[in-house]
């Protein structure tokens, strides 16, 4: 029963054709919204793409500082992730094998 439990658990993660697991950076949903949003400014400072959070722009929606926090982080991520950078933010964020985007919003992955 383990084995199958095992098996399961590594079939549901997700890889890219080449056999490489996918993840974003999101938001971790225990960190307090003061300590996201310096986290969510330092991203975007930073080399985050923060433009599609904007008012009218396609991740503007929710706009929780929770939800915008998880677009920098990956787009920062994303961006920097294959020259060291990490999905750490001061312990604000978490990397999740589950792509996070929805409605028009589409979350960045770069292999």
Do not use: R
Not at 25 to 44: F, G, N, R, V
């Amino acid at each position: 029963m383990k084995i199958l439990l095992a098996l399961i658990f590594f079939l549901s993660i997700s890889q890219n054709s080449e056999g490489q697991f996918e993840d974003w950076c999101i938001a971790d949903e225990q960190t307090p919204d003061d300590e996201l949003q310096k986290a969510l400014d330092w991203a975007c400072g930073n080399g985050a793409d923060c433009s599609k959070m904007q008012a009218n722009q396609p991740c503007h929606l929710p706009n929780t500082v929770k939800d915008h926090a998880s677009y920098a982080f990956n787009s920062y991520y994303q961006k920097l992730k294959h020259k060291g950078a990490s999905c750490y933010f001061n312990s604000a964020a978490i990397l999740t094998a589950k792509n996070p985007s929805h409605d028009s919003c589409k979350f960045e992955y770069v292999p």
